[in-house]
């Protein structure tokens, strides 16, 4: 991540030092978020996010299978994601790069973590059958920042989420039940990354590029961290991370707000 | 068996509501959505651009190669697995031969051209949506091309002919024959063709009749997708 992009990296720094980003951004301010809901119609649930320019859809189809054998009375979530080489010319087809992964796993941990899904309330028959919520990121335009905007899509998507007809041991996908997934907890996380001596928020793809290291910061409404990740080459100290968590709270407050 | 009215109540001739637009992904070189129904394709297009491993190049030509893919969300039934199934690697194969013809790529040697289709929904159509979106996006890449590439998928349904299957349709357990085409619309050559079901030698001539029409159709849609960014561009 250092040198290679040695001089773009000292022209956002001279930004940073003046307090502007090329965007004509502060340092804390997001980028416009917009959420769009039911974006797929044979989904459980789904949503687009754009962050800017940068958009993922999420979606969420429910399954049934047998509980694992430690939690037999629990159902399960899985979270895969993908970085389409659709949506940046870097990417590339095949299996899921460690980039792709990461981003599922800080959006499971986030989501997981918090306890927003009763795991229980899955249970359809206590050792024997359960639901599993399985959602899936896909990046449709990457201008940075892409774990943030999964994030919000995947709880989006989650929110909106109507169980199928199980019936015989069968799930029956045309007939929806007018039964939701019920969402006790909102986690939504926020990535703050250090460019130098600086800490900005909702980074752009050349910012990516320069950062130094890398925060993701997952809080829940009551402001409690339910996962974290850092990220990038560069160590932090411990007054830089308590102040990323700072940024991520507050900006986690904002945006909790824009869910309908 | 007779098939008289259409389980949607459309004419036996009648597209369902189609629509485009050009330029949906800001970091593809061009790019495009057609949706038909509720079957959702988006395609975007990367190149021509260095290709590697240096062995898969052409001194001659550039290359065409095409990646069609369900989003594990977008079907009716279960979650579809992510990465490349039999079925999705024959679509692409496809798509890219359904696409090659209208190309010239002589001025790019060595360099390959992507074309990367993901449907968000599907309702029966998919490939054919797939081709219809790469079109646009090909042209909104800045590509020369012969003609606009259409496609759109016919059935036989006991003894009709019908334009644009839905998942209804194709699904139907007697006599059943799906049909998709591509075609470029000034010539009336296919690109594209191919059949599941029983399919008599009058029926196949009835088929390839019925998509003239539906591609005229479509590639007016298309050609409007297309003004429409470069005239949005220019204000």
Known sequence: MNGSNGSQKDEIIKFLDRGMRFDGRKADEFRPIEIEYDISKNAEGSARVKVGSTEILAGVKMEVMAPYPDQPNQGTMMVGAELLPFSNPEFEAGPPSIQAIELARVVDRGIRESKAIDMAGLCIAEGEKCWVVVLDIMTINDEGNLIDASGIGAYAALTRTVFPKYEDGKIDYKAKTGKRLELSRVPVPVTVIKIGRHLIIDPTTEEEKAMDSRLTVTTDEKGIIVALQKGGDQPLSQEEILTMVDLATAKAKEIRKLFA | ?235
């Open chain 2, 1 to 235: 068996m007779a098939y008289e009215q259409r389980f949607d109540g459309r004419g036996m001739t009648e597209l369902r509501p189609f629509k485009a637009k050009a330029g949906i992904v800001r970091r593809a070189d061009g790019s495009a959505m057609f949706q038909i129904g509720d079957t959702v394709a988006y395609a975007a297009v990367y190149g021509p651009r260095d290709l590697f491993p240096r062995f898969l190049q052409d001194p001659s030509r550039g290359i065409l190669r095409c990646h069609y893919n369900m989003m594990p969300f977008s079907g009716s039934g279960e979650r579809i697995r992510p990465g490349q199934n039999r079925r999705a690697k024959e679509i692409s194969m496809v798509t890219e031969k359904a696409l090659l013809p209208v190309l010239d790529l002589s001025e790019y040697p060595n360099a390959v051209v992507d074309v990367f289709i993901e449907l968000p929904q599907t309702d029966a159509g998919s490939r054919c949506a797939g081709i219809c979106a790469a079109s646009i996006a090909l042209a909104d890449a800045g590509l020369s091309m012969k003609d606009m590439v259409s496609a759109i998928a016919i059935g036989r349904i006991e003894d009709k002919i019908v334009v644009d299957v839905n998942k209804k349709e194709e699904d139907y357990e007697g006599g059943m024959a799906d049909i998709p085409i591509a075609m470029l619309p000034r010539t009336g050559e296919l690109t594209l063709l191919q059949m599941d079901g029983e399919l008599s030698k009058k029926d196949l001539a009835r088929a390839i009749e019925a998509a003239k029409g539906a591609v005229k159709e479509i590639k007016e849609v298309q050609r409007q997708a297309l003004k429409d960014k470069y005239e949005g561009d220019r204000k």
